[in-house]
């Protein structure tokens, strides 16, 4: 009975594990695109007060 409930738990985590993985991963992305517009932004900034 231990080793179905230890299975049965192992099982469950799995998707728990990848969820976090992908979580991660937006946050990259979302932190990448954040830069981007940074740059951009002061680019603008730049040519205004030229």
């Not at 080793?3 to 594990?17: G, M, Q, R, T, Y």
């Not at 940074?38 to 900034?45: G, L, Q, R, S, T």
Request: net charge negative; aromatic share 2%.
């Amino acid at each position: 009975m231990k080793k179905i409930v230890a299975a049965l738990f192992a099982v469950a985590l799995i998707p728990a594990l990848t969820a976090c993985n992908t979580v991660k991963g937006v946050g990259k992305d979302v932190q990448a695109g954040g830069e981007a517009v940074e740059e951009v932004a002061k680019d603008v900034e730049d040519e205004i007060t030229e």
